[in-house]
Each structure stands twice: as structure tokens, then as C-alpha cells.
């Protein structure tokens, strides 16, 4: 799985030898005022078939709620030039409507064939446990990384004993645990890493003991720091699919490569113990990327 970003993605994922990795593209309406669905329309429309498509909508009110969801779902149908998602995902639920009344609604666009699955994006144990007993979920996606790791208190205990996959955005930090970013890395324009904390020079400097353990790793495997973190993930839970952002093709290879990477129990024991020694500094919150959109 990824998240599509554009460039030369554009090229590259729609590529048919691509498809068997790329097994699922994650988008959302929200992403580009919608152009990112288009993106993933146009580079999937010839292989649509052998990939399944996830995209989100954000509901800010719960007027006209049934109407609302099933009109934005065909306008995202549209944008990315299907008739039906593989994934349909509610993110967040800022208008603060009930679990149980939008589970019902994605039941009833299930039944007509424009969605296979629902999801919640950014949610609660609460939430999933109520939303799962109307209309059971495929999935639930939020952060999580070796640097965020609050999810593994509630969030993927209730998706593993539910049965509903965790879907992990951001599984490398923002690029963080590529090690590829310095304490003098300046940032503009749209880039996310203008407002999040943990690459304020301070912290960058203070999480090289983190990536002084992948890169041990990375040698000792053959591999790079972020495939050892990706692989880290797919080792501790069969459940969890980590949907990397990129925007540029050597990326992607890499990303796929880390499913090939196999860690034994003892090495990911060492990396569990390594990881319950450190601490991170710096984080993501929602006010960070709010601070982003009002610099823009």
C-alpha cells in the first residue's frame, strides 16, 4: 500500500508490473481539493482491477448526513473514474455524529455496490467498537511509527480482538527515520515538516540514537533504515498495513523492498528493547498541521 503525492508517481504506479506491489492506493477528497483523486484515477484506470483504491471524506457537519456522505462518495467516484471504492473511510468525527448513524449509512452503500468496506480514519477504541456493531469495519487508519506509538495502548488492541486491519499512515515519521534529514534542513512552502516538532533542529539532534539503532540494523540486514522500520512494523502485527507517503520513484522501490526484508524474533526482540530505552522527542499533533495551513 501507499499514499499517493504526485510527480513522478504519476508515471510510475500505473505501470501494470507495478500493480502486484502497489496492492492499495490510499487518497482522499480532501487531498488537493480533490485533484489527488484525479491523479490516482488517471495513473489506475488501466489496471483498476488488479488494485484496490481507498479514499476519505471529512465530515465538518451532520446536516443532510445520508445524502451528504452518498453525494461526496459520488463525486470521489468520479475524480477517480470508478464506480465503486475498495475503501471508504469517515476521518475524524469533528460534526460529532454518532458512530452507529454514519455505520449505518456505509451499510446501505455497501449494499449498492459504490463501496466494498468502510473504514474510520483518526478515531477511538469507543468509536470502533460502536460503528463496528452496526456495520462491521475493514478498517481503521491513523499515525503510527516507531515514533508514535499511543495506538498500541487501545486503538490496535480493539482492532485485533474486532478482527478489522490497522492501517498505518506515516509509518516512517514524515521521512524522519530515513535518516536522510539534518538539524540545517530548511523546509517551505506545503511541506509538513515546517511544523512538526520532532525536526525542530533541538530534536533532530536529540533522535540520533534512534536512528543510530536502524542504521545498525539497516548494515546488518542489508537494507536501509527506513526499510528496517517498515519491516520492524510488519513483523510485530500481521494486521497492520503501512501505507508510506513518497514523491519519487527510487522511493517507492524502496518502500516495497522492505516486504522482503525478514527479521527473527531475536533481532526484533533487540529492537523492541532498543526501543523501550529511548526517547522521543518531538511529535505530530493536529495543531502542527494546522499551523501549516495558516502559513499557506
Known amino acids: ?60 457537519s451532520s446536516e443532510n448526513l445520508e445524502q451528504q456522505i452518498e453525494n461526496r462518495l459520488d463525486a470521489s467516484l468520479k475524480r477517480l473514474r470508478t464506480d465503486y471504492v475498495d475503501v471508504y473511510y469517515q476521518h475524524r468525527n469533528e460534526a460529532g455524529v454518532p458512530p452507529e448513524e454514519v455505520a449505518g449509512i456505509m ?40 515514533m508514535e506509538r499511543m495506538f498500541e495502548k487501545e486503538i490496535i488492541p480493539a482492532c485485533e480482538e474486532l478482527g478489522i486491519g490497522f492501517v498505518a499512515f506515516s509509518p516512517m515519521a514524515s521521512g524522519f527515520l530515513s535518516g536522510k534529514y539534518q538539524k540545517t534542513d530548511i523546509y517551505a512552502g506545503d511541506d509538513v515538516r515546517r511544523v512538526i516538532t520532532r525536526f525542530a533542529p533541538e530534536n533532530v539532534e536529540a533522535n540520533q540514537l534512534l536512528l543510530a539503532m536502524l542504521q545498525t540494523f539497516a548494515e546488518q540486514k542489508h537494507a536501509t533504515p527506513s526499510q528496517i522500520s517498515l519491516a520492524w512494523m510488519l513483523h510485530k502485527y500481521s494486521f497492520v498495513v503501512p501505507i508510506p507517503g513518497m514523491r519519487k520513484e527510487d522511493r517507492l522501490k524502496e518502500n516495497f523492498g522492505a516486504a522482503e526484508i525478514a527479521l527473527t524474533e531475536s533481532e526484533f526482540a533487540e529492537i523492541e528493547k532498543a526501543l523501550s530505552n529511548i526517547v522521543i522527542h518531538g511529535n505530530r499533533t493536529d495543531e502542527d498541521i494546522a499551523k501549516l495551513r495558516a502559513l499557506n
Not at 477511538?124 to 499515525?143: C, G, H, M, Y
Open 1 to 60: 500500500m501507499c499514499t499517493a503525492h504526485g510527480g513522478p508517481w504519476r508515471s510510475f504506479i500505473g505501470r501494470e508490473k507495478s500493480a502486484p506491489s502497489a496492492s492499495q492506493i490510499s487518497t482522499a477528497e480532501s487531498y488537493g481539493a480533490g485533484a489527488n483523486e484525479e491523479l490516482v484515477g488517471e495513473a489506475l484506470a488501466p489496471i483498476r482491477g488488479k488494485v484496490t483504491i481507498a479514499t476519505k471524506l471529512h465530515l465538518y
Open 107 to 146: 451499510g446501505k452503500l455497501i449494499q449498492k455496490g459504490k463501496i466494498r468496506g468502510w473504514g474510520q480514519s483518526m478515531t477511538t477504541a469507543k468509536e470502533i467498537r460502536r460503528a463496528n456493531a452496526v456495520t462491521p469495519l475493514s478498517a481503521v487508519q491513523s499515525e503510527y511509527s516507531m
